[in-house]
């Protein structure tokens, strides 16, 4: 089955730019999403097919995807930012969702 | 607005069965794939299920294969799980999500309901 690869964790300070990775076998040619997720709450869908965002979700959350990794860019982090983050793909070989282990976004 | 909220979970011992539900509303139900998600405690997201837009099309993973059966009933909205077999390692938050877009992001999602298994 289809294996997505992401850090652990993250830490940033506030105002810098947290990059988080998913690594899967030539994920470039999958469409990737990204869900952040706080302590306590449902997950929320910030990046959709590789690049694009929601309606209610700020423009300082960027997505790309090429090769092996995809890649959530968050700009200018504020303390707001600190959550989980799980990339997602749909595994067509399979006929099953795959997510990504998670990673720990920590605002310094 | 689209809401979904799921109900049933809830304490049960091994082997034990529940049947959770989730009632949509704020969008045209049957025009949508469902699934269910789940997160052990502590731990990541795990998809569990999808079904299509009728109950003729339908997914599990290995893990609740012959276990779990998925079910919707688009004249009233709502999503159904349910676990029969269950056993400590389904212990977590289950989550419905409504499935979106040709590449089958989840845009909209509850607010999850606690099964526990213990004795």
Sequence with gaps: SY????????????????????????IGIKSVHWYQQKPG?????????DSDRPSAIPERFSGSNSGNTATL??????AGAEADYYCQVWDSNSDH???????????? | QVQLVESGGGLVKPGGSLNLSCAASGFTFSDYYMTWIRQAPGKGLEW??????GSDYTKYADSVKGRFTISRDNGKDS????????????TAVYYCARVSGSSLYLDYWGQGTLVTVSS
């Design chain 1, 3 to 26: 294996v997505l690869t992401q850090p652990p964790s993250l830490s940033v300070a506030p105002g810098e730019t947290a990059r988080i990775t998913c690594g899967g076998n030539n």
């Design chain 1, 41 to 49: 709450q449902a997950p929320v869908l910030v990046i959709y097919s």
């Design chain 1, 73 to 78: 860019t968050i700009s200018r982090v504020e």
């Design chain 1, 97 to 108: 969702w795959v997510f990504g282990g998670g990673t720990k976004l920590t605002v310094l």
């Design chain 2, 48 to 53: 569990v299920s999808h079904i299509g837009y």
């Design chain 2, 79 to 90: 999503l159904y799980l349910q676990m029969n077999s269950l056993r400590a390692d389904d």
